[in-house]
């Protein structure tokens, strides 16, 4: 059964609505889309009472959410990123599709467009492009309004076939004032325990060694705590899918990323893994044995800077999980949040990781 990317129910009728310009009647659910459809085989369409024109557009009976006829056939592939305020969810998201856009795609054979006519289009070049890539400055926090899903089509050549298969993809950029408490993850957050991957991000300064040595160097560091997150995200899936039993784990991927690694460079080994470039780029399949390597050395930097009890709540809670070292923007921003130049390390892997994960990448 297909659901709706945004409110996340289950779309067993779609219903039709008028999109036609000054229209009283725009967006507003008018017929039954599927009993409509079914009853009309030919090329007939439901005009709208209000105006006359054509009602084309299809939408989600519970929450009104814009939908197209492919989304709806091929389903979602949701992948939620969460992380406390100051994680740096928003630039890492802004890079993501960057990176998706152009390295992935040239790599994988394949295209990433955006769905929903204008929605995701305008909303990513404006909340996130445009400062990040344009303007040079950070991409401001999520407001609790930017609820909307940014939804894609990562469309591969048919001649591409060993690269991987079409999917549509739903991003959600959950506001970090929401994930504070339990409340209003419960009421914000459906797409956390719907999702078909999670993307968990750590700021370096929510790891005890690394607070410490920040604060005696009268560095900036975030107060939240990455663990308690952690498991108000954990009460939260295991509610939501009804997991009864602490021995059930959890059988989302969950790819947790250390964030802002480049202020980490002089804290590796000059043989890391993690500090070198992903593999995962040099051919259209992802490379097990650079997956394997990062994981088992960032699980060991975790637990050596103070995270080794997150580490085993991961293993404790989840079946599938990966941890990653990331940098979205190579580098730390000035003052004034401006960034001279977007650098990002190994941006892409958690992705690449959570594609492979369901069947979408192949691995080798």
């Known amino acids: ?94 890079v993501l599709i960057d990176q998706l856009r152009s390295e992935m795609c040239k790599v994988y054979g394949c295209t990433l467009y955006p769905t929903g006519g204008d929605r995701t289009m305008n909303h990513y070049e404006r909340h996130y492009r445009r400062p990040l890539f344009e303007h040079g400055v950070c991409v401001t926090s999520t407001q609790q309004e930017d609820i909307n899903p940014l ?19 739903a991003f959600y950029d959950s506001c970090g004032k929401m994930l504070e408490t339990g409340p209003e993850m419960a009421a914000h957050n459906k797409s956390l325990y719907s999702s078909g991957g999670i993307v968990f991000l750590i700021d370096p300064s929510q790891l005890p060694a690394i607070r410490e040595s920040r604060k005696a160097s009268n560095m900036p560091v975030l107060n939240s705590d990455a663990q308690a997150l952690l498991l108000r995200a954990v009460h939260l899936i295991r509610n939501g899918l009804s997991i009864e ?36 780029l040099r051919r259209p399949m992802l490379n097990a044995s650079d997956i394997s390597s990062c994981n088992l050395e960032m699980m060991a930097l975790l637990e050596s800077w103070g995270g080794g009890e997150l580490v085993r709540h991961v293993s404790s809670h989840f079946s599938d999980y990966c941890f990653f070292g990331i940098s979205a923007l190579g580098s730390a921003p000035g003052t004034q949040n401006e960034i001279n130049r977007v650098s990002p390390h190994r941006a892409l892997d958690p992705l690449l990781w959570l594609l492979s994960r369901h069947k979408i990448l192949k691995t080798g």
Not at 151 to 169: D, R
Not at 245 to 273: Q, R
């Open 1 to 94: 059964m297909k659901s709706c990317p945004k409110c996340l129910g289950r779309l067993e009728n779609y219903r039709y609505a008028c999109n036609a310009p000054g229209c009283a009647k725009v967006g507003i659910p008018a017929c039954q889309g599927q009993e409509f459809d079914q009853q009309n085989k030919t090329a007939q369409t439901y005009a709208c009472s209000e105006c006359g024109q054509p009602m084309a557009m299809r939408i989600c009976p519970d929450c009104g959410f814009e939908l197209e006829a492919d989304e709806m056939r091929r389903g979602f592939l949701s992948i939620s990123i969460i992380g406390s305020e100051g994680s740096g969810k928003s630039n890492f998201l802004a």
């Open 245 to 280: 039993g602490a021995n059930t784990k959890i059988n989302i991927p969950i790819a947790v990323c250390l964030t802002k690694l480049d202020t980490l460079y002089p804290h590796l080994d000059s043989a890391s893994f993690i500090g070198d470039a992903s593999r995962h």
């Open 151 to 169: 939804t894609y089509t990562l469309l591969f050549s048919s001649k591409e076939k060993a690269a991987g298969q079409t999917v549509g993809l």
